[in-house]
T-cell receptor, first 114, second 111 residues
Framework: DTGVSQDPRHKITKRGQNVTFRCDPI?????LYWYRQTLGQGPEFLTY????????KSRLLSDRFSAERPKGSFSTLEIQRTEQGDSAMYLC????????????FGDGTRLSIL | GDSVTQMEGPVTLSEEAFLTINCTYT??????LFWYVQYPGEGLQLLLK?????DKGSNKGFEATYRKETTSFHLEKGSVQVSDSAVYFC??????????FGTGTRLQVFP
């Protein structure tokens, strides 16, 4: 079991730049989730996929955010025109789609906006 | 909407002390309940879960019971170790299976 893998671990960029993060889920998992965690808070749901279909997006996901999972395997999360408030840890999780299957989390990508 | 409230930390204990971290929830349906743990420098790990009322989840000496009447899922351990020092998150999953987390409780255990 190789676990959920996220890349990069850290990203530092200037305000206004675009960034893209990648998540590789556990291979047999058909559900993939993105969360955002700020300091001192619990993770907040952003969006999730079942296979390649994006089934739900949070109000937190502004128009500057887009996520894809084109072949139902890895996923990317892109933030355009980054703002200071985007600084956070971005977490990816995956699970099987059967009832009550636990989500397995990656180590996250920490984004810092200068 | 659905939400989770957990006690603020840090919780500071001596080794072998009894641990309780309180968690209550608000949900319109019948959620599943979880405790996740985040050790320093590591990602979130599932600690235990319960999927229906009166279920007890347990793992590594930790326990939590799904109490529908009090909408609670308190985490307990009879004797904590220094290695239990971490941040603990209570969470629920709704009918779409996305997780809703509490703000986390930092546990510090001293020898």
């Amino acid at each position: 079991d190789t676990g959920v893998s996220q890349d990069p671990r850290h990203k530092i960029t200037k305000r206004g730049q675009n960034v893209t993060f990648r998540c590789d889920p556990i291979s047999e998992h058909n559900r993939l989730y993105w969360y955002r965690q700020t300091l001192g808070q619990g993770p907040e749901f952003l969006t999730y996929f079942q296979n390649e279909a994006q089934l739900e997006k949070s109000r937190l996901l502004s128009d500057r955010f887009s996520a894809e999972r084109p072949k139902g395997s890895f996923s990317t999360l892109e933030i355009q025109r980054t703002e200071q408030g985007d600084s956070a840890m971005y977490l990816c999780a995956s699970s099987l789609s059967s009832d009550n299957q636990p989500q397995h989390f990656g180590d996250g990508t920490r984004l810092s906006i200068l | 909407g659905d939400s989770v409230t957990q006690m603020e930390g840090p919780v500071t204990l001596s080794e072998e002390a009894f641990l309780t971290i309180n968690c209550t929830y608000t949900a319109t349906g019948y959620p599943s309940l979880f405790w996740y743990v985040q050790y320093p420098g590591e990602g979130l790990q599932l600690l235990l879960k319960a999927t229906k009322a009166d279920d007890k989840g347990s793992n590594k000496g930790f326990e939590a019971t799904y109490r529908k009447e009090t909408t609670s899922f308190h985490l307990e351990k009879g004797s904590v170790q220094v290695s239990d020092s971490a941040v603990y998150f209570c969470a629920l999953s709704d009918n779409t299976d996305k997780l809703i987390f509490g703000t986390g409780t930092r546990l510090q255990v001293f020898p």
